[in-house]
Every structure is written in C-alpha cells, then in structure tokens.
Nanobody
Framework: EVQLVESGGDSVQAGGSLRLSCTAS????????MTWYRQAPGNECELVSR???????FYADSVKGRFTVSQDNAKNTRYLQMNSLQPEDTAAYYC??????????????????RGQGTQVTVFS
C-alpha cells in the first residue's frame, strides 16, 4: 500500500526553526516527485515546495530563502527544513507524491492537503 506519513510539527516562537519529515512506504521515494503543501484554517491549500526526482526543487515566493527540501533515500524520507518561521507560516503541512515512471499499482498519495498532516504553529 502506498502511504505517506508527515511528522515534526510543533509550536515554536517566531524566528525559530522546525524540520518536517515525510516518510513513504509502498514505493521508492527517490523515484518520485513530491510536493509539500500547507493549509491554514479558512485558507486554500497552498503549494510550499516541490522536490523532483532529479534533485531540482521549487519554492513558493513566500518561503524562498527560508525553507529547504532534502531527502534521505536510506530512510525513504523527505524533509522540509523551515527556518526564520513567522506567524503566517502557521498551518497544517502535508506532503504528496506522484507515481514513479512505470508504477502500475493503485496510487492514493498525490492529492494536495490530504491525510493526517502535521501542525505547525508559530507564535509571536
């Protein structure tokens, strides 16, 4: 079964840092593109960052220079390092991944802002 599990959310003071984890099962993360999303109450789901399987990355303007994506293939996990956190970063954070080339099974991990997510709260 294809599954993603987010973790690492917490409450931090503005200016602080957190590292979120997204651990995959049922497929090899290194073979997939993945996206971090976030959603604050009353707001739409927002794309935060994307890490492509070729190692390139994309960041929303709101987090560029503060957030960094990385991966640990041995742990089948991707990370979102968040520095200089601000109250406007408060949201539930989710990861999503896309089927690797040639994947022939059922895929349920690509929907934005779906799943358990992990809550990040930044207070001033």
């Amino acid at each position: 079964e294809v599954q993603l599990v987010e973790s690492g959310g917490d409450s931090v003071q503005a200016g602080g840092s957190l590292r979120l984890s997204c651990t995959a099962s049922g497929f090899t993360f290194a073979d997939s593109d993945m996206t971090w999303y976030r959603q604050a109450p009353g707001n739409e789901c927002e794309l935060v960052s994307r890490l492509y399987r070729d190692g390139t990355s994309f960041y929303a303007d709101s987090v560029k220079g503060r957030f960094t994506v990385s991966q640990d293939n041995a742990k089948n996990t991707r990370y979102l390092q968040m520095n200089s956190l601000q109250p406007e970063d408060t949201a539930a954070y989710y990861c999503a991944a896309y089927p690797p080339p040639g994947f022939g099974g059922s895929w349920s991990a690509a929907t934005p802002c779906r799943g358990q997510g992990t809550q990040v709260t930044v207070f001033s």
